[in-house]
C-alpha cells in the first residue's frame, strides 16, 4: 500500500439514494489511510453521510442502520399519503437529531456544503451556514419519496435533481487533493462476502421493502387490473428510473465543468435508490472500491 502522508482532501460526495451508504466505506477506506479531509460537499445522501462526517457523528449513525431490523424499518416510515410525496420523513429526521444534536454547519470542524434544489426558482441552493440538520433535511428530499421542505419561499428538493455532484462548493477551500464519489458507475457491483447473520437479516429486510413498494405502488394506483397485466413497468418505476437517468447523464456534464483529481465510482447495480435495508454490503462495497481507486492513482 502507497503512503498517502497526511494529504489534505475536499470530499464530493454524489446523490444516489441508499447508494450513499457506500460513502461511508470510502470515508472509512480515507482515514485508514491518513488523509485529512478539510471539506466536505455533497447532495442528497451525499450530504447526510457528509453532514455526519463533519460533525463527528458518522460511526454512531453506521451503527444504528446496520442494527436496523425489519420492526425497526417499518417504524420509521410515517407515510404521509400527501400528493407531495410518500414520507413525512419526521421519525428518521427525530433519530439523526438524536444523533446529531443542535449544531451549526458554520461551527462544524470542517467546511461543508449542503446542496438543495428550488423547483420555485429553479436553482441550486447551497447550505453553508444555519442549523446542520435542516439543510440536510431539505438535500435528501427524494422526489416522490420524501415531501420537500418549505423554506424562506422556497420549495426545496433533492440537490441531485440539478447537481448530483457537487464539485464547486469545494473551490474555496484550500487541499492537496479532490476526490468525488459518483453513484453511477457502469461496472458491475464487487462481490461482497456477509456474515450469515447479516445475510438473514437482509433477507427480512427485503420482504418488508418489497410491502413498501407494493404500498408505494398503490398510492400510484390508476390502473385496472387487465392494464396491470400489460404493462412492464409501474409509474412508481417509470418516475424512479427518470430521476436515475437524469441524474446519472448531469453527472457527466459536471464532472466536465468541475474535474476533480479522482473520481471513486460506485456501481449503479450495487442497489436500487431505495434499499436502505442493504446497509452492510452498500457501505463495504465503498470500502473496496475506494481502496482500489486509491491504489491506482
Keep these: 500500500m502507497k503512503k498517502a502522508g497526511r494529504k489534505k482532501i475536499s470530499l464530493v460526495l454524489g446523490s444516489g439514494g441508499a447508494r450513499g451508504y457506500s460513502h461511508i466505506g470510502v470515508i ?19 450530504a447526510l ?51 446529531l444534536g443542535d449544531i451549526r454547519i458554520e461551527d462544524l470542524p470542517i467546511a461543508y456544503t449542503a446542496v438543495a434544489t428550488d423547483l420555485r ?17 431539505a438535500s435528501i428530499s427524494i422526489p416522490s419519496f420524501f415531501t420537500p421542505v418549505e423554506m424562506d419561499g422556497m420549495l426545496l428538493v433533492d440537490g441531485g435533481a440539478l447537481n448530483p455532484l457537487p464539485v464547486a462548493p469545494t473551490m474555496a477551500t484550500y487541499s492537496d487533493m479532490t476526490i468525488a464519489v459518483s453513484l453511477f458507475g457502469d461496472e458491475p457491483a464487487p462481490k461482497i462476502d456477509m ?19 407494493a404500498r408505494a405502488r398503490q398510492w400510484f394506483e390508476t390502473q385496472t387490473n387487465e392494464e396491470k397485466e400489460s404493462e412492464p413497468y409501474h409509474l412508481f418505476d417509470i418516475i424512479d428510473m427518470t430521476i436515475e437517468s437524469m ?12 474535474p476533480p483529481d479522482l473520481t471513486i465510482e460506485i456501481p449503479q447495480d450495487v442497489c436500487g435508490a431505495l434499499d436502505f435495508h442493504k446497509a452492510y454490503e452498500v457501505i463495504e462495497t465503498g470500502r473496496v472500491l475506494a481502496e482500489k481507486s486509491l491504489e491506482q492513482k
Design 28 to 46: 472509512e477506506e480515507l482515514e485508514r489511510r491518513g488523509y485529512e479531509i478539510v471539506c466536505i460537499s455533497g447532495a442528497s445522501m451525499g
Design 195 to 213: 456474515p450469515e447473520e447479516v445475510r438473514l437479516k437482509e433477507s427480512k429486510l427485503d420482504e418488508i421493502a418489497s410491502e413498501i413498494i
Design 121 to 137: 426558482r429553479n436553482r441550486e441552493v447551497w447550505f453553508q451556514k444555519g442549523d446542520l440538520l435542516e439543510a440536510i433535511r
Design 247 to 258: 441524474q446519472k447523464t448531469l453527472v457527466g456534464y459536471r464532472l466536465g465543468g468541475y
Design 49 to 99: 453521510i457528509g453532514g455526519l462526517h463533519a460533525a463527528g457523528k458518522l460511526q454512531a449513525y453506521k451503527e444504528w442502520v446496520l442494527g436496523l431490523d425489519a420492526l425497526d424499518v417499518m417504524a420509521l416510515l410515517d407515510f404521509s399519503w400527501d400528493r407531495r410525496g410518500m414520507v413525512r420523513g419526521d421519525k428518521v429526521l427525530h433519530k439523526l437529531k438524536e444523533i
